[in-house]
């Protein structure tokens, strides 16, 4: 048997099954017990690591990119938030403090942990958001936005960008290491 997805994604597939047998077949037509012994759970596991850069790496990869991933980058280390809560960000969530600072805006349906929340972004980040806003030189609602202006740049155009950074700055992966933006790995943020 080949093996395409991780334990983990198994796991969370299973677990979704016997609420979709219930509602197709029937609660009278459906046993979760049966369901148990022949499908059974099995191990869940982590089949990898995730790391993330260095200050040095950080530093290695802002110097390489472009204005637009300068600030992708730049949003992403300093909010610590996922590529697709930054990259649905509009600019009426972001609020430039006088000072040059800015706070962020996530709302409950918009995060992982289904509660409100603030992010912040340093002066630094903010300018390199306005610089990518210039070299644009297109007004949208967006943050990022994509190749059509009226929607946000796409999740895995973002990724594979950053990821071509990592491996350029020699960050590659290696097997069940993985280099990744978001990590909730918190020796290596230090």
Not at 12 to 26: A, D, H, I, N
Not at 124 to 149: A, C, D
Request: glycine share 8%; aromatic share 10%.
């Amino acid at each position: 048997m080949i093996r395409t997805h991780s334990p983990a994604t198994v796991y969370g597939y299973r677990s979704m099954l016997p609420g979709l047998f219930q509602s197709v077949l029937g609660e009278e037509n459906f046993r979760k017990t049966v369901f148990d012994r022949l499908a059974p759970c099995g191990t869940v596991y982590l089949v990898s690591h995730k790391n993330i850069p260095t200050p040095d790496g950080l530093r290695a990869m802002l110097t390489m990119a472009n204005a637009q991933y300068k600030a992708l980058i730049g949003f992403l280390a300093c909010s610590g938030m996922r590529i697709g809560e930054v990259l649905s960000r509009k600019w009426s969530d972001v609020e430039v403090r006088p000072d040059g600072y800015a706070r962020v805006t996530l709302r409950a349906g918009e995060t992982k942990a289904r509660k409100p929340r603030y992010a912040f972004l340093t002066r630094e980040t903010v300018l390199w958001l306005r610089t990518f806003t210039i070299w644009l030189g297109v007004k949208s609602e967006w943050v990022f936005p994509g190749e059509n202006e009226t929607k946000a740049l796409q999740y895995g155009t973002a990724l594979e960008q950053i990821k071509r950074l990592f491996d350029r700055n020699g960050m590659k992966d290696n097997g069940p290491e993985i280099f990744t933006p978001h990590s909730s790995n918190a020796e290596s943020r230090t």
